[in-house]
C-alpha cells in the first residue's frame, strides 16, 4: 500500500496571523491588521489598499484616515489611476495574481510624466501587487512599495507573498462581504473619467493618433505601439511627431499637462 505525503505544517507564527485576521474579519481594525500580517512575510515601505470598479472611481480602504493621503495619492484616485498599469491591467481582466509594477507596465512607463510624480518623486523603486476579484465588477488591490533603501524584492519574499496569497485572497472576500457597505458610501461614479482618453484632443488629432496619444500616456514605446496596431515604428514616430505639432508640445510631460487639464474640463464641463 502507497503511503500518501504529508504536507508541511505551517509554522505557528503564520498560523497565529491567520488566526489574528480571521479575528478582525468584522471590525474596523482588519486593514492594519493586514498590514502587519504582510510585513511579517515581506518588507516595504507604503501600502495602498484600495478597490477599482467598473464605472467608479477607486475606493481606498487603507489607508483609510484622509489625513495619511498625500495630494498625489488623492490626485490619483481622483483622476491619475487611469495612466496606471495596475488599474489598466486590471481592466484586461487577469485574475487573482501577485505581480511586480514591472511585469505589468508597458515598456518605457519609467519614462512617463505619471511615473516620474508618482514613483521617482517618492524614490519609489519596486512596487508588488496583490490583486483579489470581489466580484464580477470589483477588483481589490494591495500594493506595496520600497524604496531605494530596500532595494527590488528578493526572490524568497515574493515567494512568501505567493505562498500566503491563496489565503490574503480568501480572508479579503470575507472582510468585503462582512465590511463592504462601509466603504461603498463613498463612491463616486467616474463620470466623464471613462472617456477622458477618448476624447482628449478630439477635433485637433485624429481618430489614429489620439488612440497612439493614449498609448503613449500609458507610457508604451513606438516600438510596442507599432507592435500593438500592426503598424510600422517609422508610422509611430510619424504620427508622434504631429501629435506634438498639432498640440504644440515639444515634451510628454506637456501633454500630460494638457491631459490632467482636459480631464478638470471633463469634471466641472
Known sequence: MQSKNHPELITAHCARDIASLINHIKVPSFMPVLEEVLSNHCNFDTILVVTYKKSFKPIILHPKD????????????????????????????????????????????????YYQSCYRKFDLVDEVNMTISLSQHTTCAIALGRKSALGTITRAELNRLKSIFPVIEALIQQFWQAQSGEFVKYEKSEGPLKQALKTFASGVLTQREQEILGLILQGHSSKA?????????????????????RLNTSTQSEIFTLFLNHLNNLENG
Open 66 to 113: 484622509p489625513a495619511e493621503h498625500s495630494p498625489t495619492l488623492k490626485a490619483y484616485i481622483d483622476k491619475a489611476y487611469i495612466l496606471d498599469p495596475l488599474f489598466n491591467s486590471i481592466q484586461n481582466g487577469p485574475g487573482a495574481n501577485v505581480s511586480r509594477l514591472v511585469d505589468i507596465a508597458p515598456d518605457s512607463f519609467d519614462q512617463t510624466e
Open 225 to 245: 505601439i507599432a507592435d500593438l496596431l500592426s503598424i510600422s515604428v517609422g508610422t509611430v514616430k510619424v504620427h508622434r511627431k504631429n501629435i506634438h505639432s
